[in-house]
């Protein structure tokens, strides 16, 4: 069992900068892999970012690459999102997952845990 919780959503001008973690329980934590995905209001939920447990292998979806960076702490049991030069239409929530056997990054029903998610909003 593996439990995720996010902080460091909030409220940010257009071009500012937020970082998210996700803190997981378990000892477990470094076999999984962790993603981060978001829901804006009337949308499906997206993938955002994905991180092998080695932390050697990233994913990232288009719309984000270049201006987001994932990455973890296998030591500290925590995942970051930094999010740079942010975009009204990253306003959403952010949810963090893990995942034992993802053998595709991006599909979140490959995901067995999630957090209950923080939320961003990017104002123009």
């Known amino acids: 069992q593996v439990q995720l919780v996010e902080s460091g959503g909030g409220l940010v001008q257009a071009g500012g900068s937020l970082r998210l973690s996700c803190a997981a329980s378990?000892?477990?934590?470094?076999?999984?892999?962790m993603g981060w995905f978001r829901q804006a209001p009337g949308k499906e939920r997206e993938f955002v970012a994905a991180i092998r447990w080695s932390g050697g292998i990233t994913y990232y979806a288009d719309s984000v690459k270049g201006r987001f960076t994932i990455s973890r702490d296998n030591g500290k049991n925590t995942v970051y999102l930094q999010m740079n030069s942010l975009k009204p239409e990253d306003t959403a929530v952010y949810y963090c997952?893990?995942?034992?056997?993802?053998?595709?990054?991006?599909?979140?029903?490959?995901?067995?845990?999630w957090g209950q998610g923080t939320q961003v909003t990017v104002s123009s």
């Open positions: 997952a893990a995942g034992a056997s993802v053998v595709v990054a991006i599909r979140a029903t490959l995901y067995d845990y």
């Open positions: 378990g000892r477990t934590f470094s076999r999984y892999t």
